[in-house]
Structure formats: C-alpha cells, structure tokens
C-alpha cells in the first residue's frame, strides 16, 4: 500500500501536486470494470468535448478495446500487487473525473462486492468528480436463468417449432420462467415477431446509441451540480 500511505502521510507534497493538474481541461476516466459499455460511455462523453480514457486491470473476450489494457501488468505475481496503488495515484494526477461502477474502483476491495472506502475518501479529500453507474447481476449462466431458456428452446425444437438459438451470454432475466409460454407464442405468430423486432430497435436507437447518451449526460452533470466539460 506504498502510493497510499504517502497521500496519506505527504498532503502537501503529492496532494498539491493533484491538486494543481485539476486547473488544466477536464479528464475523465471510465474504469475498470472491462465491459462493452465502457468504451461507449466514454465515446459519447468526448463528444461533449471532454478528454475522455478507459482503463482496464482485466479484459475477457467479450473486448479488450481499452486505452489502458493493464491485464499482463495485473497478472503479475510481483509487480501485479502493487500496480493499482501507482495507477491510483497516477489517475489522481491525470483526472479530474472518474467514472466506476459501484462494486469496484482502481484500489482493491476491502470487501467483495464492495467499493473500497478508503480510495472515496482520497476522491473526496482530493475534490475529484466521481460518478458510479450500476450494472446488471453477475455474468453466469446461473445468475442469468440460462438453463431455463436451453430447455424451453430444446423442448420447442422437439415438437417441430423451426427455432435457432444464438444465445448472447450475460443478459439478465427475472422472468425465467415465462420463456417457453413467451417463445411460443412468438414462433407461432411471426408478424408480431417482427413487429417487436422493428419496435426493440427504435428503442435501441432513440435511448441507447451513444448520441442518445450524450445527449442525456449534461442534464445528469447538471442534476448533480457538476459542469459538463
């Protein structure tokens, strides 16, 4: 815990030094949970015109598209302990802003599952911006009621229903056990099939597209007293 004890033990010599690189334009960084809407996020937040990063101690296959893929650094028997202390401080002198989800941020977890207290503390004492974003459950199969969607879609095949299953992992779903009564009634009315199709994408399209984002994300700086860029 060396980068931590000397913020601790150092404010006038390493806080001052955070504290003078908060006067330049804004920097923000989006880490470090390695998921697809990462990049995103911070995509649509640099089209605000702010210097926007991604950061990274683990990727799997889903992407590894991150400007800071630190996952052979962290996977070090040696250096891999101490690497979020120097990034910590290293991200405290670069940005004014972070982006975590609320299970984890760049100092290890004290606890599972939850973030480290300590790191908001230094945010705090440090006056950064610091934004959490919630995800959805765990990304396995059995959180996500995987095995009741394989068994209604192989019950359907059996009686002749013409299905294809691609199945995209990690989705969540609280309503497992409606799938088959739902995947029936969608194989046999193949109209609104396509309708619900054409429907979820202007969806996609109107909330989810990173200009539809960026397009919410002043309003959300503004409701919590934090300027745009």
Not at 102 to 117: A, K, S, T, Y
Not at 166 to 192: C, F, G, K, M
Request: with cysteine; net charge positive.
């Amino acid at each position: 815990m060396l980068a931590a004890t000397i913020l601790v033990i150092s404010p006038g010599g390493i806080g001052r030094l955070l504290y003078r690189r908060q006067e330049g334009p804004l920097r923000s960084l989006w880490a470090d949970t390695p998921m697809l809407i990462l990049p995103t996020n911070a995509k649509a937040e640099s089209d605000l015109g702010v210097h926007t990063a991604t950061l990274a101690y683990e990727t799997y296959f889903i992407t590894d598209d991150f400007d800071y893929d630190l996952s052979r650094c962290h996977k070090s028997s040696g250096f891999g302990m101490l690497l979020p202390y120097f990034v910590f401080v290293w991200a405290c002198w670069r940005f004014g802003r972070f982006h975590f989800f609320c299970h984890v941020g760049l100092l290890p977890q004290h606890e599972r599952g939850q973030f480290n207290r300590f790191e908001l503390a230094l945010h705090r004492w440090l006056g950064k911006q610091v934004f959490f974003w919630t995800c959805s459950a765990d990304n396995h199969r059995h959180f996500k009621g995987t095995g009741y969607l394989l068994a209604a879609v192989d019950r359907l095949k059996a009686e002749g229903y013409p299905l294809e299953l691609r199945l995209v992992e990690r989705i969540p779903n609280d309503r497992a056990e409606q799938l088959e009564s739902v995947l029936r009634e969608l194989a046999d009315d193949r109209r609104r099939l396509h309708d619900l199709g054409v429907r979820g994408r202007r969806y996609v399209e109107k909330y989810f597209t990173p200009g539809a984002f960026a397009q919410r994300l002043p309003d959300a700086y503004q409701d919590l007293g934090a300027n745009c860029a």
